[in-house]
């Protein structure tokens, strides 16, 4: 395997299965506010950060409270969430293959680190909403992963994601897509994918991290 390779992931939807928590969650903090907004509309906008989500819903003046009542549910039930398809595998075979794996996520960090602990994962670097200015598809996540990383100009990136939102951040970013068909989104039109990754089980990232074998 060639050395200067390094492969993102996406968490929600891509390591785990979280969209009925995330529903849930939602839920809970808009009854208790009394917001008649549904999860429905939330949905529409998963994979930016809940600040501009809240922003785009026109619910900024109860951003505070909702981001209290949303996170704490969350945490207090994490044990719902479940990993997807080939999670474990594909990281013991990246860690085997020493090749270093980090977390590009629009969830905040400290509700990041307490789901992976729950799965005992641990990545390299960890870039959240709290590290840039601009969250995903803005390439600011990328630029500030190439710096804590110290990754060479000539690497590989890749970043696995399971929105178009996610391919989009790819293309911005320059690094090559690979789209995880079990997420949120589900499996992009053909078309769309046309120069891109698409798998429905994450251990098919190994026969992609394969083509670069010298």
């Not at 808009?30 to 600040?51: A, C, D, H, W």
């Not at 020493?98 to 799965?119: G, H, M, R, V």
């Not at 399971?162 to 499996?187: K, R, T, W």
Request: glycine fraction near 4%.
């Amino acid at each position: 395997m060639k050395p200067n390779t390094h492969i993102a992931f996406d968490l929600d939807g891509t390591l785990i299965n979280s969209i009925d928590l995330m529903q849930k969650s939602w839920n809970h903090a808009t009854s208790k506010l009394g917001i008649n907004v549904r999860f429905s509309q939330y949905r529409e906008y998963i994979g930016i950060p809940f600040r501009d989500i809240i922003k785009k819903l026109n619910l900024e003046d109860d951003y505070n409270e909702l981001y209290k009542l949303y996170f704490e549910f969350n945490k207090k039930h994490c044990s719902e969430i479940n990993l997807n398809n080939g999670v474990k595998e594909i990281i013991e075979y990246l860690n085997i293959s020493n090749i270093k794996w980090s977390i590009i996520t629009s969830k905040p960090k400290e509700s990041s680190l307490e789901i992976l602990k729950c799965f005992n994962l641990v990545p390299e670097y960890i870039i959240g909403p709290e590290d840039v200015t601009n969250g995903k598809p803005n390439n600011e996540s990328i630029i500030k992963l190439k710096e804590r990383a110290n990754l060479k100009h000539n690497t590989k990136i890749y970043y696995v994601g399971d929105m178009l939102s996610d391919l989009l951040f790819s293309v911005e970013s320059n690094v090559e897509y690979i789209h995880y068909a079990g997420g949120i989104d589900g499996p992009l039109n053909a078309n769309i994918m046309n120069n891109f990754h698409q798998i429905d089980d994450l251990m098919e990232i190994k026969s992609i991290m394969s083509c670069r074998l010298d």
